[in-house]
């Protein structure tokens, strides 16, 4: 692995190359074997070629960067279609390579820390990241993740092109499923896609208790029980965004989204 990895030209043809081809009617479409991109930005070899070997051997293209600052310029270069990205970075932290990777287009970030902090977790989730893992994980556990990412993704993109119809109003909150937009007060909220699916399946049953293994599998695709501390960071950082006071913690079960009294 190197600090500055670059992106020859003839990679970013091949990339292009392999993943459409022109259809009789001359639309571009997706080939049934185009490979996702990965971009694995971590500065510890050991741990940087364990999740290379690993997404490698389900399928995935992998790229790597040691540090912050050539992180942004192969993301930039190669687009990748998923970061897994360390916080601690030389050059500039990975909060910060998030930040301006998702300025340049958006993508899906499953972030890495070495330190089970929930300050650190709400915080890049408050950045971009749409879920993290604490070090140390297992290999299978993160690949699982990566692939759940991607499917949420896919997902979204089918719905933003047959969207729902009509406007969910409860009260000062309002969920516009075709635009993927949140209001409270008539004031924009900025909701990450994670964020917003979770709104979206507590809304869908406004006052029900869903417990974390519920949310795990609905928004996350993810049976696995371990997880569930994933729900509760994002619970939090949604709760920063539109008022604690509306998504009621039920103490052993799970939570429930807060609707006026009719």
């Known amino acids: ?21 022109t259809s009789h009617n001359g639309t571009a479409t997706t080939t049934p074997g185009a490979q996702r991109r990965v971009l694995v930005v971590e500065d510890d070899a050991t741990i940087v070629d364990a999740i290379a070997t690993r997404l490698r051997a389900e399928g995935f293209l992998v790229q790597t960067a040691g540090d912050g600052p050539s992180a942004v310029d192969t993301a930039e270069a190669w687009q990748p279609d998923l970061l897994i990205l360390d916080i601690m970075l030389p050059g500039f932290d990975g909060l910060e390579v998030c930040r301006r990777v998702q300025a340049q287009r958006p993508v899906p970030v499953l972030m890495l820390t070495a330190r089970d ?45 047959t969207p729902r119809s009509g406007i969910l109003r409860l009260g000062e909150l309002e969920i516009d499923h075709a635009q993927r937009r949140v209001r409270v007060r008539s004031e924009d909220v900025h909701l990450t896609p994670t964020e917003f699916d979770l709104l979206v399946c507590l809304a869908n049953t406004p006052r029900a208790v869903l417990s974390r293994e519920q949310l795990l599998a609905e928004v996350w695709d993810w049976a696995d029980a371990s997880g569930t501390r994933t729900v509760d960071s994002h619970i939090k950082a949604l709760r920063r965004k539109i008022g604690a006071e509306r998504i009621r913690t039920v103490h052993g079960v799970g939570y429930a989204l807060e609707t006026p009294t009719p």
């Open 1 to 21: 692995m190197t600090d500055h990895p670059t992106v020859p030209e003839s990679t970013l043809q091949g990339r292009a190359m392999e993943q459409t081809h």
């Open 117 to 161: 902090d929930e300050t650190d977790m709400l915080v890049g989730l408050g950045v971009g990241a749409d879920d993290y893992m604490t070090k140390p994980f297992s290999m299978r556990e993160l690949a699982a993740r990566v692939h759940v990412l991607l499917r949420r993704m896919e997902r979204a993109a089918l719905a933003a092109t």
